[in-house]
């Protein structure tokens, strides 16, 4: 066991407060501004604006350019003539990956199976997308959408294509107008985030870490998760995978949740603190009513139309309850 510094208790109270007081408007577009110098640098600190987000969330106004700071697209150091330098490069980067693409498409086809099958895969679920509101307003371009996950696929390497990518590269094409800023948010917000949503790199990580918090945590429920409610826990994996897109009831709430994850406020890895929260909605029922893995995995399944707010405000209140104790250094490694 660990205890925690003073700097630590601060930072749980501090997280506290997030759910105490009513939240305050999010970051408008004049404060966003004005945290710039009239050379387009920072003028208050990354620490200072990550806060702020953690705690107001931004106006849909100030997300695109603020989510490009977010993802590592534009670096915090940047001046204004540096980022629209690095849009272009972007944008010639994004051109060049396409010509490249055409190139070797036919080699692709001829010589790797996994590439039919997958091209066959982004397509189908493509395909499974709402293109129009309930109005009947288109909402995004499947072609282009497609284009872009089957481009993505071909240049990462290590965070193959998954069912859920195709949700979330949806999201930044209704965020952003052009292919290129599609492209490059969606490959940084993957790196950004591939500990928590990459099966293959950290969602078994993520599970563990659930794990070891119930234990710590609610060691009744986790008695009840080992014995009858067993294989609920390792079955929650497509919340991480979708980063909970399918849990809000907006796309505003989606967007709330990501931009907090990518601030790191008020502590890496908040996903299992978000998820922890989420199965605690279930908690009392599923003790009650003495509920088996199955039940209760269909219980967090049905968890759907949240509020984001709510939901940030709970994880950030497991924070502070996480930090007022003596926390094994496994929990405390993973979040601080």
Known sequence: MTTLSPENSLSARQSASFILVKRKPPIDKTEWDSFFDENGHLA?????????????????????????????YYSWQSSQDERLTVDSMRRKNYEALCQMYKKIQPLLENLHRNFIETRNNIAHDIQKLYDKDPLGNVLINKKRL?????????????????????????????????????????????????????????????LDMLNDLITFLDPEFAEHLKGKGA??????????????????KSFDDVWRLWEVLLAGKPCRNFQVL???????????????????GDDILLACN???????????????????????????????????
């Open 44 to 72: 208050k600190s990354r620490d200072f604006i990550c806060v702020n987000i953690l705690e107001r969330g931004l106006h849909p106004f100030v997300r695109t350019e603020a989510w490009k700071f977010l993802t590592g």
């Open 146 to 206: 497609e284009k872009i996950l089957l481009l993505s696929y071909v240049c990462n390497t290590q965070a193959e294509y998954q069912q859920g990518f195709h949700e979330m590269a949806m999201l930044f094409q209704l965020m952003v107008e052009h292919d290129h800023e599609i492209f490059w948010l969606f490959q940084f917000f993957l790196q950004k985030t591939e500990h928590s949503c990459v099966i293959s790199i950290g969602v078994g990580k993520n």
């Open 231 to 248: 294989g609920a826990v390792q079955s929650l994996f497509p919340w991480f995978c979708l980063c909970f897109q399918r849990a809000f």
């Open 274 to 292: 978000v998820a922890y929260s989420l199965l605690r909605m279930v908690r009392e029922r599923a003790l009650r009513e003495s509920m088996s």
């Open 302 to 336: 049905n968890l759907i139309d949240l509020d984001a707010d709510e939901l940030i405000s709970a994880a950030c209140m497991v924070y502070a309850e996480l930090m007022q104790k003596e926390v094994p250094q496994t929990l405390r490694d993973f979040f601080l």
